[in-house]
């Protein structure tokens, strides 16, 4: 009987290393592809995928980074598939960057809709602290759902006092800045002492009041003065109406106003999910979206942003 010797298949590992060499570069291929399907597509999937992209690419990264490093040190010399792997794996590291510094959400402001128009939430004079498009003017940009917020403070304002007595937005009214329907209304949460960051990640909202507008988007009024909230779940408001008075609960440094508009029910999802959406002013003596910002002149934050007041309409 003949022996068939059947020689077994091995493994080149010259085309092994050419396989490894050019998976980060579909790594970051991929990583691209995602990025702008993210920022097409919109909502909660994109918000998803832009939050992971932060995490899994740079973890992948890393992995490859290290072990093409262990190749190139163990040859003593890499070859120039190694060093494009390298340089690839540098790259695909770097969106964890955004963990830690803010980089503006890719929300574009003329491809969103539909955009709200509203009053100003208060009738006193709101010096603009946070607001616009951009990350040096408004430091909400990075987030999805406050993509275009605001923060408004009333003088006098950024004394470093732990009093809330000594800042000028403390208790004042705050308005339904449109007709709507209020879908969450939230009291009782503590003021935070001002002066310093709260870093309240609990609630950082504080107390609170979503209205839904007929456009079935929503507004958010936040870090209400605690006892304030004058309307519940369920009411019907109208433009004008008093909802609460400003306070300092939640995340914050001191008291202010905060506002923003967003597509998705901030009920259903928390702070950082929402796909925001564009918001501007009328009736008053500004810009319809204006811009915020500060600067430090010697030791003292001087804001770069408006003061704007509401006026009545005829």
Same mark, same amino acid.
Request: proline share 9%; aromatic share 10%; with cysteine.
């Given at each position: 009987m003949?022996?068939?010797?059947?020689?077994?298949?091995?493994?080149?590992?010259k085309?092994?290393?050419?396989?490894w060499?050019?998976?980060?570069?579909?790594l970051l291929?991929?990583?691209?592809?995602?990025s702008?399907?993210?920022?097409?597509?919109?909502?909660l999937?994109?918000?998803?995928?832009w939050?992971?992209?932060?995490?899994?690419?740079?973890?992948?990264?890393?992995?490859?980074?290290?072990?093409?490093?262990?190749?190139i040190?163990r040859?003593?010399?890499?070859?120039?598939?190694?060093?494009?792997?390298l340089a690839?794996?540098?790259?695909?590291?770097?969106p964890?960057?955004?963990?830690f510094t803010?980089?503006?959400?890719?929300y574009?402001?003329?491809?969103s809709?539909?955009? &709200?128009?509203?009053r100003?939430? =208060?009738?006193a004079?709101? +010096?603009v $602290?946070?607001?616009?498009?951009?990350?040096? %003017?408004n430091?909400?940009?990075?987030s999805?759902?406050q993509?275009?917020?605001?923060?408004?403070?009333?003088?006098?304002?950024?004394s470093?006092?732990?009093?809330?007595?000594?800042?000028?937005?403390?208790?004042?009214p705050?308005?339904?800045p449109?007709?709507?329907?209020?879908?969450?209304?939230?009291?009782?949460?503590p003021?935070?002492?001002?002066?310093?960051?709260?870093n309240?990640?609990?609630?950082p909202?504080g107390?609170?009041?979503?209205?839904?507008?007929?456009?079935d988007?929503?507004?958010?009024?936040?870090?209400l003065?605690?006892?304030?909230? &004058?309307?519940q779940?369920?009411? =019907?408001?109208?433009?004008g +109406?008093? $909802?609460?008075?400003?306070g300092n609960?939640g %995340?914050?440094s001191?008291?202010?106003?905060?506002i923003?508009?967003?597509?998705?029910?901030?009920?259903?999802?928390?702070?950082?999910?929402?796909?925001?959406?564009?918001?501007?002013f009328?009736?008053?003596?500004?810009?319809?979206?204006?811009e915020?910002?500060y600067?430090?002149?010697?030791?003292?934050a001087?804001?770069?942003g408006?003061v704007?007041s509401?006026?009545?309409?005829?």
């Amino acid at each position: 009987m003949t022996n068939n010797n059947i020689p077994l298949t091995q493994s080149d590992p010259k085309k092994a290393n050419r396989f490894w060499c050019w998976i980060p570069v579909l790594l970051l291929s991929l990583m691209l592809l995602v990025s702008a399907w993210a920022v097409l597509f919109k909502g909660l999937t994109g918000e998803f995928v832009w939050y992971g992209l932060q995490i899994i690419g740079p973890i992948i990264g890393l992995i490859f980074l290290i072990v093409t490093l262990i190749k190139i040190i163990r040859h003593r010399k890499g070859t120039p598939r190694q060093w494009i792997a390298l340089a690839v794996s540098v790259l695909a590291i770097l969106p964890i960057v955004n963990l830690f510094t803010p980089v503006r959400y890719p929300y574009f402001l003329s491809l969103s809709k539909p955009a &709200a128009t509203v009053r100003l939430p =208060a009738d006193a004079p709101l +010096q603009v $602290i946070w607001g616009g498009d951009k990350l040096k %003017n408004n430091n909400h940009v990075f987030s999805p759902d406050q993509r275009w917020a605001y923060d408004f403070l009333v003088e006098p304002y950024f004394s470093g006092s732990a009093n809330l007595n000594d800042y000028g937005c403390y208790g004042v009214p705050v308005m339904a800045p449109i007709d709507g329907m209020v879908t969450f209304a939230h009291d009782n949460e503590p003021d935070e002492i001002p002066g310093v960051i709260s870093n309240n990640v609990t609630n950082p909202k504080g107390n609170y009041v979503v209205i839904k507008m007929e456009s079935d988007t929503y507004l958010v009024i936040a870090h209400l003065q605690p006892g304030s909230v &004058a309307v519940q779940t369920g009411d =019907a408001v109208t433009e004008g +109406q008093v $909802i609460g008075a400003c306070g300092n609960s939640g %995340n914050t440094s001191e008291p202010h106003i905060h506002i923003h508009h967003q597509r998705i029910d901030p009920e259903v999802w928390g702070v950082g999910y929402g796909e925001g959406l564009p918001l501007y002013f009328r009736d008053h003596d500004g810009p319809p979206m204006p811009e915020g910002g500060y600067e430090i002149i010697g030791n003292k934050a001087v804001p770069l942003g408006p003061v704007v007041s509401h006026v009545l309409s005829n």
